[in-house]
């Protein structure tokens, strides 16, 4: 238990954003993806995960680790399917902001939700990297109560509201990190793959790539950061974490472009590069490919300031 109390005390914990949903129209989608953690907790009606649909029912709550692509029903287990594509070109068709007097109104299906970041040592994502699938928590008001505080604070223009949301955010990530292991949830997981947080020269290795992500990350730099041979730094690489390198890195590309999109006006080209793309369309390529949908579209379905 004390070394994941050392890692809970590694953890950078940022607050994304949060609201309140209603369910316009049922939906399922086929692949939803996001680069950050989403915790939902459903108040009225039914949401349905997984290839095995699993229901989570009205007062229960569906975290979703970033990285990890889910089939999601909202509404309806046998609602019309669609694309993660599909679904954010036409976002507000099927999902729209709900007041406080609608989330409370049972003939409105709907839920809440806050997106977060955790990242250990400042750089590595917690959940995705110990390969946690979405999963369903129950009967745990805690979680329902600071999810609610969050989202509150949010709302309100009360003086502190950003120093209640950063603590806040930080217990609710304490709550579902105790709800994992109290409930002996991902056990083969967690030990497989928290070693790995232990090791100086990786830890050494995740720092550098997210201080240059915009510069040369080939193996043989890598190799020099650990003090290993090019040979093997992949293959070490990959014996503690469970993906190669390169792999690793354009991941991390992509969640910085991702940041870059919603929070700045930069353009696409100059993101591109500040990322480590030097060839704008081969990002653009890339970036559909990992997201399912185009990074112009990303920014105007996702942005957090006004552009």
């Not at 949060?18 to 939803?32: C, G, H, L, Q």
């Not at 009967?139 to 120093?163: A, F, M, Q, V």
């Not at 890339?286 to 300031?305: T, V």
């Amino acid at each position: 238990m004390e070394d994941y109390n050392k890692i809970i005390e590694s953890l950078g914990v940022r607050y994304i954003k949060s609201r309140n949903m209603k369910v316009a129209k049922p939906i399922t989608i086929e692949n939803y993806y996001d680069v950050e953690n989403t915790i939902i907790i459903v108040n009225n009606g039914d949401i349905y995960f997984g290839e095995d649909q699993e229901k989570v029912s009205e007062g229960d709550m569906l975290f979703i680790p970033g990285g990890k692509s889910v089939k999601i029903a909202y509404g309806s287990i046998t609602a019309p399917v669609v694309s993660n594509d599909e679904f954010l070109s036409n976002k507000k068709k099927y999902l729209q902001n709900a007041s406080d007097a609608e989330i409370n109104d049972y003939d409105v299906d709907g839920f809440s939700q806050v997106m977060f970041e955790a990242k250990v040592f400042d750089s590595v994502n917690f959940f995705s990297s110990l390969n946690i699938t979405p999963f369903a928590i129950r009967n745990y008001p805690i979680l329902d109560t600071l999810i609610r505080t969050i989202i509150n604070e949010t709302n309100s223009t009360r003086p502190g509201k950003n120093r209640v949301i950063k603590v806040n955010t930080e217990y609710l990530v304490v709550e579902v990190i105790r709800y994992i292991l109290d409930n002996r949830l991902f056990v083969e997981q967690l030990v497989t793959n928290s070693t790995y947080f232990k090791d100086p020269r990786l830890i050494d290795i995740f720092t550098y790539i997210k201080k240059n992500l915009g510069g040369d990350l080939s193996n043989k730099v890598l190799a020099g950061v650990a003090n290993v041979s090019e040979d093997y730094v992949g293959q070490y690489f990959k014996m503690l974490t469970g993906i190669n390198p390169q792999d690793y890195i354009e991941y991390q590309r992509m969640e910085a472009a991702v940041d870059l999109l919603r929070t700045t006006k930069k353009s696409i080209r100059d993101i591109g590069r500040e990322v480590g793309y030097k060839d704008t369309a081969y990002f653009c390529r890339r970036f559909k490919m990992m997201f399912g949908i185009p990074a112009g579209k990303m920014r105007r379905r996702e942005s957090l300031i006004n552009v």
